[in-house]
């Protein structure tokens, strides 16, 4: 099984480049960096995992950027994000980002899918909440447009583009609907969200882990009733902290990558963290 890590970045923590040549000299699959552009101070909605929310949330590096650095001084490490809010960013310019990271790093990225769950920042960037999950979906369709090998025209509900001369492409081909780099869609178990991964994307990245037991059949049905390869499904327990027990009951589940939670602190406990880990490798 492969072992990745996610860790909330921020102007605090470890530095990008120092985690990714660690991680990448431990024989760690890869790194996951989420994302928020901002908090609002003055906000209503509460933090999901309940009490106040951490300092973190409003410190996070930008992921694309930060990923760039990591990019850089590595040659094998996977790179992800975990995850890319699609309805905040214009879609052009989010294309083009994620297009030239997948380039510039020989098709190493994964982009993480999620729909968010702080309404006030969402509506700062002009996104109505109760159609944000109908806007993520346009806006990766529209996307697909500009990665498409022939200059490819999209016309959608929220947005549209010209067909355009779009470089650089994602490395890796379309493979059935799905275009562009390796996707991922985050987000609980539910008939919206599994019809969204078997739309769109290679797969799930599940939060935690928990109730894969109960989730993976259905969403297994869902995707053979898209007509999707079962063999090519793909799903990532994200943010988890890891057990021997818990590791050997993903690997039953047929579950080939894990992405294990740091610490969002510096060096020298990210770095005690990783050799925790270590024995999971």
Do not use: C
């Not at 369709?141 to 090998?149: G, I, K, P, T």
Request: hydrophobic letters at 40%; a negative charge.
């Amino acid at each position: 099984m492969r072992i990745a890590v996610t860790i909330f970045l921020t102007d605090e923590t470890i530095a990008p480049v120092r985690l990714a040549r660690e991680l990448e000299a431990r024989g760690f699959a890869g790194l996951y960096l989420p994302e928020h552009t901002h908090i609002p101070v003055e906000r209503t909605t509460p933090y999901p995992a309940g009490g106040d929310l951490p300092r973190e949330y409003g410190r996070t590096l930008d992921p694309f950027v930060a990923l760039g650095q990591a990019a850089a001084v590595t040659e094998g490490l996977g790179l992800g994000t975990g995850i890319t809010l699609v309805a905040q960013h214009d879609p052009i310019d989010l294309a083009k980002q994620i297009a030239t990271l997948d380039h510039l790093s020989g098709g190493r990225f994964t982009l993480g899918v999620g729909f968010g769950w702080n309404v006030e920042e969402a509506a700062d960037h002009g996104v109505a909440w109760r159609s944000r999950r109908e806007l993520t979906r346009d806006r990766m369709a529209l996307m697909r447009a500009l990665w498409a090998d022939e200059p490819t025209a999209y016309e959608g509900e929220f947005g549209s583009v010209r067909a355009s001369s779009a470089h650089p492409k994602p490395v890796q081909k379309p493979r059935g609907p799905v275009a562009g780099p390796r996707t991922l869609v985050g987000g609980a178990a539910g008939p919206k969200l599994f019809a969204h991964i078997a739309e769109y994307a290679d797969g799930w990245m599940p939060i935690g882990g928990r109730g894969l037991t109960e989730s993976l059949p259905v969403l297994r049905s869902v995707w053979a009733d898209a007509g999707r390869d079962p063999a090519a499904l793909q799903v990532v327990p994200y943010a988890v902290f890891p057990s021997a027990g818990k590791l050997a009951h993903y690997a039953e589940l047929g579950i080939e990558e894990v992405v294990v939670q740091l610490p969002p602190a510096g060096e020298a406990e990210v770095l005690g963290a990783l050799d925790g880990y270590a024995e999971y490798l």
